[in-house]
């Protein structure tokens, strides 16, 4: 029998309960051994087991859903979830595709009784991962209610050193005279990237000593913290379900006033309230507040790159003569912030929007191209120096990962910046991990060219009608990215090839186009065939 382990620890306490990914990984193995089982994957990953939108998990549930494995081996109930409903959810998967799951440490029968018992104990690990939650915010609300800085808040804020004997923040005199110049130097300039140019050409150094971004300086004048107030508990972060896409993302909502608990001392004064309120005043102008660029204005925003430079497009909105005109422009034009600079030019918005919109129905119109794709790669062997260049970029990400951990267990970050680079780190590592899978299984030609032909008319059908919140929610779900420049753009995307519900449905086959032959394919990732088109100009 060919079996898939799946080894988890928890991110924020990963050897808590004495399993790290090693041991949970040796354990699995020797019991496939005594077992006679054959190990067809092993699939790790540092993940919270309260949720199932992880990156290892969909791995494990796409293998078994598409016959990848017959049957799945854990250390414990509770690393494959600590929520009875969601073990529920993954034991009716596995057995729906004649599948067996079993554990190292715990044995159940496949009754009854057997599945309640698996149940029981699920809700045990979920109350006890609750029991601890519990526990934790109550000591750091006590832990304030005395005077001292909850474990997580302020220990990495620039202008202070954090002092353990205290629990409280003390000023650092060379960093606060920055924190008054940022505050003053903004008041004459009104621009965040004013600022941060003139720190960075004055070779001060950040908090993690390298540059000064716009957005920093944004924090640093929006941080009441520097008015000596530290307010706790006044914002928690919860999750919901997005209505466009029905994926979970965790958001920040304000708890009720009577819920805050404001600690006195933890956080001496560095700015004094008047220079505070007359920066305030500029930050809310109701004028700058007007001019700012919504995401909704951006359908492609966050899909692109440069195809000069290889950077990120950000979208701009230029205002003449009365009449806003939007534009895709490279990060790194006329960017003085990290010292890049690229001689891309402007793109203008409606045009790239309508390029990749009507490539991306021709594709859909055409599905032999995905056809003729699968069948000529299905001879192509593997090219084992991109799998190497790969697998040493996803080291370097795993080891980033970790040093940002270790960062933040001894306090020199604070938790608003570790959440922005972990989530970075995760998209960036489980792309690689992607490609790598993607390198190293052999694409399956596709025999029904009636189900694809199928899936792609229900996409055109919902996509003839569908408006600028359908085609985001379209664009993301097929995966839509592009590099593009002013006169040209390379568009790939994903169809895929089990049902026509795109939005929820995972599978999915890969392959891309530059415009004149496809140049890449995979099983396990999910890119349909795109074609190049030139002739957009600025």
């Known amino acids: 029998m060919r079996v898939t382990i799946y080894c988890r620890v928890s991110t924020d306490a990963q050897e808590r309960d004495g399993t790290s990914l090693d041991t949970q990984e040796r354990a699995c193995i020797e019991y496939c051994r005594q077992q006679g089982w054959q190990v067809a994957d092993i699939v790790r990953e540092a993940a919270s087991g309260y949720t199932l939108d992880r990156p290892g998990m969909e791995r494990l549930r796409q293998q078994v859903r598409h016959g990848g494995s017959d049957g799945v081996l854990a250390y414990a109930v509770d690393r494959l979830s600590r929520n009875q409903n969601h073990i529920g ?176 001392g933890a956080s001496p004064r560095i700015i004094e309230q008047h220079i505070w309120d007359r920066v305030h005043l500029v930050i809310s102008d109701p004028e700058r507040i007007h001019h700012r660029i919504t995401a909704s204005n951006y359908l492609l925003k966050g899909r692109i790159k440069c195809a000069v430079c290889g950077s990120g497009i950000v979208g701009q909105t230029l205002r003449t003569k009365g009449h806003d005109y939007r534009y895709y422009r490279c990060r790194h034009v006329y960017d003085r912030n990290t010292g890049h600079s690229c001689s891309a030019r402007y793109i203008r918005a409606d045009k790239l929007e309508t390029v990749i919109w009507r490539e991306t129905i021709q594709v859909l119109s055409q599905p032999e191209l995905v056809l003729d794709e699968l069948r000529r790669l299905s001879a192509v062997a593997v090219d084992t120096g991109d799998a190497d260049r790969i697998e040493h970029e996803l080291q370097a990400v795993i080891e980033r990962q970790r040093r940002l951990v270790r960062l933040f267990a001894g306090g020199e970050v604070d938790e608003s910046l570790v959440q922005e680079e972990a989530g970075k780190l995760r998209r960036q590592r489980y792309s690689l991990e992607e490609q790598l899978r993607g390198l190293t299984q052999r694409p399956v030609p596709v025999s029904e060219a009636t189900s694809l032909k199928a899936v792609c008319e229900a996409l055109l059908k919902h996509l003839d009608v569908a408006d600028d919140e359908d085609r985001i929610a379209a664009l993301e779900a097929l995966q839509v990215t592009a590099q593009a420049a002013s006169n040209r753009v390379t568009i790939t995307g994903v169809i895929p090839y089990d049902a026509p519900e795109f939005i929820t449905q995972p599978s999915r086959i890969r392959c891309s186009f530059n415009g004149s032959a496809p140049v890449a394919a995979t099983r396990n990732g999910p890119m349909a065939c795109l074609r190049q088109r030139s002739g957009v100009h600025a």
Do not use: H
């Not at 799951?101 to 715990?106: A, R």
């Not at 940022?182 to 621009?191: K, V």
């Open 89 to 264: 959810v993954l034991f009716d998967e596995i057995a729906g595709a004649g599948a067996k799951l079993d554990f190292v440490t715990e044995k159940f029968e496949d009754t009854a009784i057997g599945r309640f018992i698996l149940a029981a104990r699920a809700f045990i690990a979920e109350i006890e991962r609750e029991k601890i939650a519990e526990r934790t915010m109550r000591g750091k609300a006590e832990r304030a209610r005395s005077g001292r800085l909850p474990q997580g808040n302020g220990k990495g804020c620039y202008g202070y050193r954090y002092s353990t004997e205290t629990g409280r923040r003390e000023i650092d005199e060379a960093q606060a005279s920055v924190v008054k110049r940022i505050f003053q130097r903004y008041l004459e300039t009104r621009s965040f990237s004013a600022v941060s140019n003139e720190l960075n050409e004055a070779a001060v150094p950040s908090f993690s000593a390298g540059r000064w971004y716009p957005l920093t300086i944004r924090r640093v004048l929006t941080n009441e913290s520097y008015t000596g107030t530290f307010t706790y508990r006044r914002s928690k972060r919860v999750w919901r379900r997005s209505g466009v896409t029905g994926k979970r993302r965790s958001i920040v909502e304000q708890r009720p006033p009577e819920d805050w608990i404001l600690i006195e």
